[in-house]
Each structure stands twice: as structure tokens, then as C-alpha cells.
């Protein structure tokens, strides 16, 4: 709880140091996310949706801040293809794993511009586990004689209960707004938290170190934004 109360004071923060009146927008794009190794080397990148709100507050003629508030999809998939024989019969397996975390994130990114349409961006993000689910997909198909039989099956676990409810990160982007209303935005944010839980129940470490640190959240984004 502190740590949400950390995030929302930062965005009304920045109300403080604005020297001009703030604007607001909307933002919506692509999350193509990953989890760091030791255990998920095998895993791939995955696609989801972001989308939410911001506050663009100038502090200067060429700075500002953004604060947002984001719903973000993180997580990871893993596929595997796996096949034997046995006599004249051949077993495929194909199978598909998610791992599908839901964040409310915030942002807040100081941001530079290089020219009046084109800027740059670095901040912190604060991420507070709203959902965790883990999917999975299995394709057996059976071939003998000529002819093949296929079966599939498919479940969801939810494993909230295992993840850590907080995660924060660092974000580095850049935008180019088209015009005063609309823009295009890329950041990268590389996270600082352990997404499990420690034995005891409290939340994963978060350190800039990899130390004790096994897997954390990294996501690439890219969206459009429409500021009012």
C-alpha cells in the first residue's frame, strides 16, 4: 500500500512543479514482453495490449513530465514439439504454455524535447498485480497404418497467489508527436523485480543488481496517443 501511495504522490507531484497548465490524453498500443532467464530460457516473447491515461505537465520550454495510468499485459509463452515412435506408430505432441500477467502500472517519465515535434523519455514504473493466470494448450496427434487421430485439451491455473504483487522498472522511450493532438510513442522498460514471491509470502526483491534476482518483467512498447 505504501508503495501505491509512492506512485500517486509522484503524479500529484508533479501538479507542483508545472510551469504551465497541465494536458490530458489517452495512449493505447503493443506490449511485446519477456521474463529474464533461470528457468524461462526456453520462453518467448509475448504479445498483449496496453492502454490508459496521462498528464503532460511542462516544466520548461523543452522538459516535462508524464505521469500515467496504465493497464499493461505482461508475461511470457513457452511452445514445445515433441515426437517418437514406436513400431509403425508415431506420437506427436505440440504444446503452448502462457504465463498472462495483468498490471495497473505507473509511469513517470521526464521527457526532452529534441525539436518541437520529437522527443525523448526516461522514468521510473510502478507496477501493482491485478491478475496472473497460467495457460496452456496440448495437441496429441497419433499416426499408425496411414490414418492419424488428434486430440487436444487445454486448462488455466490461476497462480496469483505465487507472483508478486509490486514490480517497478525503468522505462526508456521516445515519441514523435504528428500533430498537437497526435502522437507515437516507443519504450523500453527493463524491470528491477523478482515476479515470485519468497518462501514467506512477501514480494519478490527489487534491485538494479541481478543478485537474487531470478525473473523479472521486460516489455517493449509501441502505441499511439491522442492528447485532448
Request: hydrophobic fraction near 30%; aromatic fraction near 12%.
Amino acid at each position: 500500500m505504501k508503495k501505491l501511495f509512492l506512485g500517486l504522490g509522484l503524479v500529484a507531484g508533479t501538479f507542483a512543479f508545472a510551469q504551465t497548465s497541465p494536458s490530458f490524453g489517452l495512449k493505447a498500443g503493443l506490449n511485446i514482453s519477456s521474463i529474464s532467464d533461470d528457468g524461462y530460457e526456453d520462453s518467448k516473447s509475448k504479445a498483449g495490449f496496453y492502454g490508459g491515461v496521462f498528464m503532460n505537465a511542462p516544466l520548461s520550454e523543452q522538459f516535462s513530465i508524464q505521469p500515467e495510468v496504465l493497464y499493461s499485459q505482461m508475461g511470457a509463452k513457452v511452445t514445445s514439439n515433441r515426437s517418437y515412435t514406436l513400431g509403425s506408430t508415431t506420437t506427436t505432441v505440440k504444446g503452448s504454455n502462457s504465463l498472462n500477467l495483468d498490471y495497473i502500472t505507473v509511469p513517470v517519465m521526464f521527457q526532452f524535447k529534441a525539436t518541437p515535434n520529437f522527443y525523448l523519455e526516461a522514468g521510473p514504473e510502478f507496477g501493482f498485480l491485478v491478475g496472473a493466470k497460467s495457460k496452456g494448450d496440448t495437441t496429441t496427434t497419433i499416426t499408425s497404418g496411414g490414418s492419424s487421430t488428434t486430440s487436444s485439451t487445454s486448462g488455466s491455473t490461476d497462480i496469483k497467489d505465487n507472483i508478486s504483487s509490486f514490480n517497478m522498472g525503468a522505462g526508456l522511450g521516445l515519441g514523435f508527436n504528428f500533430t498537437e493532438n497526435f502522437g507515437i510513442n516507443a519504450r523500453y522498460v527493463a524491470g528491477f523485480t523478482d515476479i515470485n514471491k519468497k518462501n514467506d509470502g512477501s514480494n519478490g526483491t527489487t534491485s538494479t543488481n541481478n543478485d537474487n534476482n531470478k525473473n523479472r518483467n521486460n516489455t517493449f512498447q509501441v502505441g499511439l496517443s491522442y492528447k485532448f
